[in-house]
């Protein structure tokens, strides 16, 4: 019996859920985080880790597994040839998250997806044809996601320290929280994307800076999925920690869509056409 295996894998966390050939999910399982962008190594065992919980007990040797990858960085083929080497999968097909996601989301019908997480990544499915936008990094683009959005607030709340913004109460927590200015340098100089967007959750709270923020954000969003909706009525789909957020906020705009699964949905999808099986 072949087994399949889906993974996720972002800054933040990795899932796994492996299915049959029927698509009967038979285990899931998490692991650390799994961006290919900034470690490689790290990713391979975040990997291997949710994939042996998602086996647990079911006896499947890993070296049989017919596995798709929806991983941050997984354009970069630098990087997937070197992860290629570090997991033991029978079959493997390694793709940035967002091209998972966007088959989970959208099944196999036409949209564009918006995946706003700790990084970011847009993807327009239309006639069969994939185009993926950003998925960049947070040093390079990942425009509205949650490390950009935390790197900006600590930015910001530096210049109110400097006297060149106005002082709102969540850049003066900042401020305390890490022992000033120098204090918030250290931590930009040591920090990974995932603890940038661990700082999101608190910028929806109201405070002016982080809402001025948001507002650059959503505007961002907005001219990228105009651009990939190219004059159709094509629906867009938000997934990820911050996707209801946007949702919310662009609903106004944008003909917003619920997601039909997820990107883990997605994952075991494709891998199940790696075998010509249809979609569960």
Request: with cysteine.
């Amino acid at each position: 019996m072949t087994v399949f295996l889906g993974i996720d894998g972002g800054g933040t966390g990795c899932r796994a859920a492996l299915c049959d050939a029927r698509g009967r999910l038979l285990g899931q399982g998490q692991g650390g985080a799994a961006n290919i962008n900034t470690d490689i190594e790290g990713a391979a065992a975040s990997i291997r880790a949710a994939t042996a919980q998602a086996i647990g007990d079911c006896g499947v040797d890993p070296r049989a597994l017919v596995a798709v990858l929806g991983l941050a960085g997984g354009a970069m083929q630098g990087a997937v040839r070197q992860l290629r080497g570090l997991l033991p999968f029978a079959r493997i097909r390694i793709v940035n998250d967002g091209i998972t996601a966007a088959r989970g989301a959208l099944g196999n019908r036409d949209g564009v997806l918006a995946a706003m997480g700790t990084g970011s990544v847009f993807v327009r499915q239309r006639a069969g044809e994939v185009l993926q936008v950003g998925g960049r990094g947070f040093l390079m683009g990942d425009q509205g996601s949650g490390a950009v959005l935390g790197r900006s607030l600590l930015a910001q709340a530096m210049r109110a320290g400097d006297g060149l913004a106005p002082m709102t109460p969540l850049l003066q927590a900042m401020l305390d929280r890490h022992g000033g200015i120098e204090g918030i340098i250290e931590f930009g100089n040591r920090a990974r994307p995932g603890d940038f967007a661990r700082l999101a959750p608190e910028m929806l709270q109201g405070d002016p800076a982080a809402e001025a923020i948001l507002q650059e954000a959503a505007r961002d969003i907005l001219q990228i999925l105009t651009v990939l909706r190219d004059g159709q009525p094509l629906p867009v789909v938000f997934t990820g920690g911050l996707g209801p957020h946007y949702a919310a906020r662009l609903a106004d705009a944008l003909p917003v869509q619920a997601p039909r699964g997820t990107a883990l949905d997605g994952a075991l999808a494709m891998a199940r056409d790696l075998e010509g099986l249809p979609d569960a």
